[in-house]
């Protein structure tokens, strides 16, 4: 049953959330959920990412709003120590005209997904406690995560 529009007692910064969630059990006596969102205007060249580290009560521990330069898409995340971990795809583009055929309901944004060799295949390692820069890492050869 859908009760009405969830907020997550209004942590969502960015008024979404993905459908992906991770669990970090890296401590034991304090396991916590960790979500994302994106949020891309096709008039920038970065993206907006929202990641929140639930505690078990759901209670927000820490929320970080990333710009990821080239970012075109979010679907999934990988937590490793210190960091969280997204894939630039090379597969996804948008553009204004783009955006309007999708939001009009006339394409979905799976008939975008092609890939453009002008785009990079990229692991980006964002810092978990936002001390420093994003590393980013080119893949040996272009794919997509979904």
Not at 20 to 31: A, E, G, K, L, M
Not at 77 to 90: F, T
């Amino acid at each position: 049953e859908t009760l009405g529009k969830e907020d997550l007692d209004k942590t969502l910064k960015l008024k979404r959330l993905g459908a992906h969630f991770r669990i970090d059990t890296s401590d034991p006596s304090n396991p916590r959920l960790i979500t994302g969102a994106f949020v891309r205007s096709p008039l920038k060249t970065s993206a907006a990412l929202e990641i929140n580290e639930y505690n078990w009560d759901m209670s927000l521990a820490k929320g970080k709003i990333f710009e990821v330069e080239g970012l075109t898409y979010f679907h999934d995340m990988a937590i490793i120590d210190g960091y969280y971990v997204v894939h630039k795809s090379p597969f996804v583009t948008m553009n204004v005209k783009q955006a309007a055929a999708i939001l009009s309901g006339t394409t979905g944004p799976d008939y975008n997904m092609k890939l453009n060799k002008n785009l990079p295949s990229q692991f980006v390692f964002l810092p978990k406690d936002g001390s420093s820069e994003p590393i980013v890492i080119d893949t040996p050869f272009p794919f997509h995560m979904y």
